[in-house]
């Protein structure tokens, strides 16, 4: 028993020098990738001198679903792009939603502004936020389009970077990466914002390198010819992975995914750990549900629970002490400087590292069975034996 107990503890200490390992790694490469972009700022910056004329124009689509922390900011951000010819255009579902008041609020800041509002409470199937997208395409302006989630905060170059890098040949879907920035100081919302900084970032580019093209749904721009190609937004309406499933669709259409050179700020607003937590499992579920050995070795990412585990098989070991002890204060370190790095900081996160590696093995356990997600108030199934997400 001791033997085997001196193996897994052995096995569980490779795992976590590993997961370190990744994690710097994919720190470097988000460097390289930071280096000479703008970041967004929650301050309100002055509006930049505005580009040529000559650019396409461009329908920036963001589909509402009620008030959330940080909001109006996020909105906020796109009325304040140096782009010289974009319409935003809002979708909501209904008359009765705090976000109208929101965007009507902006509409009066920003006069100059070419904005449209679509409220319309039809569904077309499932995924609501698909079908707002439906409902929201008819009031496009532009052939050039860009779906941006609402808890979205972008730089002033934002439609720029996207646009530019669409141009690029044989591109035709362009995301953006994007930095958890917690609504406040509240402990549990930097635990989710820890999470898609230290965990998701490195995992991208890391996964860039070696070649993947996954669609990141914060932002998802295409044109309209390779939309109507893949079906229109109907062919994502049944889907909870609307973003992997539109960049499957792509991929087999011929085309290449690429990420645009800016990095945007996503709001983490759950304040309760209950609410994290079901966030979190939503999201492990859907992954796990399209890319299954991607999910499973993402596990790699939480090298203080593979840490803590090497401790609880070799309690007395000096080794496994100094790999967990050793590995906290590397945590520490990449995860400080990735949010220095993007303007996330987590102050005084440092003794809750390994509480958060451990949140998150518990989230990949209960990712491992069992579809039913919720969502926006919605609870959704996923289908089993597809290879896509699909709600019942």
């Known amino acids: 028993?001791?033997?085997?107990?001196?193996?897994?503890?052995?096995?569980?200490?490779?795992?976590?020098?590993?997961?370190?390992?990744?994690?710097?790694?994919?720190?470097?490469?988000?460097?390289?990738?930071?280096?000479?972009?703008?970041?967004?700022?929650?301050?309100?910056?002055?509006?930049?001198?505005?580009?040529?004329?000559?650019?396409?124009?461009?329908?920036?689509?963001?589909?509402?679903?009620?008030?959330?922390?940080?909001?109006?900011?996020?909105?906020?951000?796109?009325?304040?792009?140096?782009?010289?010819?974009?319409?935003?255009v809002f979708g909501l579902h209904s008359q009765d939603d705090p976000a109208l008041t929101i965007v009507k609020r902006l509409q009066q800041r920003y006069p100059q502004r070419d904005v449209a509002v679509v409220v319309d409470a039809s569904l077309h199937g499932p995924n609501r936020k698909v079908g707002n997208l439906i409902n929201m395409h008819k009031a496009c302006k532009h052939d050039i389009f860009i779906i941006s989630d609402s808890d979205i905060h972008v730089s002033t170059d934002y439609i720029e970077s996207v646009v530019s890098t669409l141009e690029k040949n044989n591109v035709q879907l362009v995301t953006t990466l994007y930095a958890g920035l917690p609504a406040s100081k509240n402990i549990i919302r930097q635990f989710g914002a820890h999470s898609i900084n230290a965990n998701f970032l490195p995992g991208v580019m890391i996964s860039r390198l070696m070649g993947r093209q996954d669609c990141l749904g914060a932002t998802m721009a295409l044109r309209t010819k390779d939309l109507k190609k893949i079906g229109g937004f109907e062919a994502l309406v049944d889907h909870v992975a609307d973003d992997a499933t539109l960049g499957q669709l792509i991929r087999h259409n011929g085309g290449d995914i690429a990420l645009a050179p800016t990095l945007c700020h996503t709001t983490v607003a759950e304040k309760r750990l209950k609410d994290l937590f079901?966030?979190?499992?939503?999201?492990?579920?859907?992954?796990?549900?399209?890319?299954?050995?991607?999910?499973?070795?993402?596990?790699?990412?939480?090298?203080?629970?593979?840490?803590?585990?090497?401790?609880?098989?070799?309690?007395?070991?000096?080794?496994?002490?100094?790999?967990?002890?050793?590995?906290?204060?590397?945590?520490?370190?990449?995860?400080?400087?990735?949010?220095?790095?993007?303007?996330?900081?987590?102050?005084?996160?440092?003794?809750?590292?390994?509480?958060?590696?451990?949140?998150?093995?518990?989230?990949?356990?209960?990712?491992?069975?069992?579809?039913?997600?919720?969502?926006?108030?919605?609870?959704?199934?996923?289908?089993?034996?597809?290879?896509?997400?699909?709600?019942?």
Not at 21 to 35: E, Y
Not at 327 to 348: A, D, E, K, Q
């Open 278 to 392: 079901s966030h979190e499992l939503r999201w492990g579920r859907t992954v796990r549900s399209v890319e299954p050995l991607g999910y499973g070795l993402s596990s790699l990412q939480l090298p203080l629970f593979w840490g803590g585990i090497c401790v609880l098989f070799a309690p007395y070991s000096p080794i496994a002490w100094s790999i967990f002890l050793a590995g906290w204060l590397c945590r520490y370190v990449t995860t400080y400087y990735i949010g220095r790095l993007t303007n996330c900081s987590l102050p005084g996160f440092f003794p809750f590292l390994p509480l958060r590696d451990w949140m998150s093995a518990c989230v990949m356990f209960g990712s491992a069975s069992g579809s039913r997600v919720a969502w926006r108030g919605q609870t959704m199934h996923i289908t089993r034996g597809k290879n896509l997400s699909k709600s019942l």
């Open 1 to 88: 028993m001791s033997i085997l107990l001196t193996v897994a503890s052995s096995i569980s200490g490779a795992l976590s020098l590993a997961g370190h390992a990744q994690g710097i790694i994919g720190s470097v490469l988000l460097t390289r990738f930071c280096r000479n972009i703008q970041l967004p700022s929650l301050k309100t910056p002055k509006e930049a001198p505005t580009l040529e004329a000559s650019l396409p124009g461009v329908t920036v689509l963001k589909p509402l679903h009620g008030d959330e922390p940080l909001l109006e900011e996020a909105l906020e951000s796109l009325f304040l792009q140096n782009y010289p010819n974009y319409q935003i």
